[in-house]
């Protein structure tokens, strides 16, 4: 009786569902969107990928690529804290689906949160179209990071004897490729970055710094 309780506290089956909705969205995105999603793949290589790609599309976020990716991206990095969390909690024993959807709605939240403030910030400054193009550019380069660092989830929740190895290079990949982003947006819009500096150091402090350390602050 109490081997079959422990059996189904420790039923991890709502991870392989949730891999599986990603491959889902993603074979969706490959017949639909086929030429933006190998656009979308090869972002951080290219730069003339980019602006072939941002060529294509009008700098809007609200189309049914990039919405399906946005789920995409929820999954993928609700399922990246979820594991970061663990990691940094090794006595934090309860990880269950029940908690995946409390990150998942946070990570929702701070999504939705900082777009809406960014879109605040953008219009008390008049710099509507520039906060626009800005999104537009990171939101794509997230595209491709959540790209890239899904094969590492897959071996960092499949993987139990080389599981601290993977956590590890799968953060570092993560940070990585996120300063990227960050290098290839300040690149792409070095002009308009100078000539609005304040509001970019703002918006930097604002929307992307303090976020991160209230996270880190909370799982640390």
């Not at 002009?191 to 209230?214: D, G, Q, R, S, T």
């Amino acid at each position: 009786m109490f081997e079959a309780k422990e059996i189904i506290s420790q039923n991890n089956d709502w991870i392989a569902l949730i891999f599986l909705t990603i491959f889902i969205i993603l074979v969706v995105i490959k017949l639909s969107f086929s030429e933006r999603l190998n656009y979308t793949s090869t972002l951080f290589f290219s730069k003339k990928n980019f602006a072939t790609y941002a060529n294509k599309e009008n700098r809007n976020i609200f189309n049914m690529f990039q919405i399906l990716f946005f789920v995409i991206q929820l999954l993928v990095f609700s399922l990246l804290f979820y594991e970061l969390l663990a990691y940094l909690k090794p006595t934090f024993k309860t990880l269950n689906l029940y908690n995946f959807l409390i990150i998942l709605a946070g990570v929702f939240l701070y999504f939705a949160l900082r777009y809406l403030i960014g879109v605040f910030l953008a219009s008390i400054f008049n710099l509507s179209e520039i906060y626009k193009k800005m999104v537009y550019e990171k939101t794509n380069y997230l595209n491709s990071l959540c790209i890239s660092i899904l094969p590492f989830l897959l071996f960092l929740f499949y993987t139990d004897n080389y599981k601290i190895i993977f956590s590890r290079i799968t953060l570092i990949l993560f940070v990585f490729l996120l300063l990227v982003r960050y290098a290839w947006v300040i690149r792409n819009n070095k002009k308009l970055i100078f000539n609005n500096l304040l509001y970019f150091i703002l918006y930097l402090c604002a929307l992307e710094i303090a976020p991160l350390v209230i996270i880190l602050k909370l799982t640390i």
